[in-house]
């Protein structure tokens, strides 16, 4: 399968993303009877209820490739953006909830992973600019980030956020984040994190979603906001919008609106 993506000529982040997304099915469709349009199908239905969007987005392009490969024609539909999503993003108590969930024990792996969702929590960060932070790409106030045609935007953070990780660093190449054998965190590494939470509607999207929400939500300007989300159209980050009409009633009040 992974020869086959590499001739479509595709980065091996989506590759790696597309292998992940392609096994998870493979799992799931054990519990399915019938050909693969019926497993498909309901896989699908399955992700609707359990992830993002843009979650959604990646897995049926991954399953697309995997019909191709399997010399299948069957029509999937991507889903259409939107920010109406249910559970696209979450509260504090949820996120603390959530973090609370993660196996608490005192060795590298459990610290590790907390740590990975205090940093996406905070920073916003895509999960392939997680997995590809290096410590020299901190400087105490600012990360780093150089996108994939080399656009480069600087997230500030708070200064402790990496102190516990730089402690328990097993790291051969300079990687914050790795494995215990030293080399670079894989993507299933990290959504193997969200998949044992009770509430599978939280992903490392939702975080990030999380962040631009809670930025809006306390007047950052939203030009700031796409900035440190790295999107080029501003349409973009309008659909992090989650406005509690209550700030808007009070806000108006204070303006003398009405």
Not at 64 to 91: A, V
Not at 99 to 109: C, L, Q, R, Y
Not at 189 to 200: A, D, E, P, V
Not at 240 to 250: E, G, P, Q, T, V
Request: aromatic letters at 14%; glycine letters at 4%; one cysteine or more.
């Amino acid at each position: 399968m992974r020869d086959f993506l590499l001739c479509k000529n595709l980065s091996i982040r989506t590759i790696n993303s597309y292998i992940y997304w392609i096994k998870k099915f493979e799992l799931y469709s054990k519990k399915i009877n019938g050909g693969i349009k019926n497993k498909v199908i309901k896989y699908k239905e399955y992700c609707m209820n359990v992830y993002s969007v843009e979650t959604q987005k990646v897995i049926i392009s991954a399953l697309l490739k995997y019909l191709e490969f399997c010399g299948k024609n069957i029509n999937l539909q991507l889903p259409k953006s939107h920010f109406r999503f249910k559970g696209n993003f979450i509260e504090l108590k949820d996120f603390e909830d959530f973090f609370n969930s993660i196996i608490h024990e005192n060795n590298f792996v459990s610290l590790r992973n907390k740590e990975i969702v205090k940093v996406l929590w905070s920073t916003g960060l895509r999960v392939s600019e997680l997995i590809n932070l290096k410590w020299n790409h901190l400087n105490g106030i600012y990360i780093k980030i150089i996108s994939k045609n080399n656009r480069v935007r600087m997230v500030p953070y708070k200064k402790d956020l990496f102190d516990q990780i730089k402690k328990l660093s097993y790291s051969k190449n300079g990687y914050i984040f790795s494995k215990l054998n030293g080399e670079k965190i894989s993507y299933g590494s990290i959504y193997r994190i969200f998949s044992s939470y009770k509430n599978r509607k939280i992903s490392p999207h939702t975080l990030r979603h999380s962040f631009a929400t809670r930025l809006i939500n306390n007047g950052i300007p939203i030009y700031f906001v796409q900035e440190l989300l790295g999107h080029k159209d501003i349409n973009t980050t309008m659909l992090y919008i989650h406005l509690d009409k209550s700030s808007i009633i009070n806000e108006l009040k204070e303006k003398e609106w009405f």
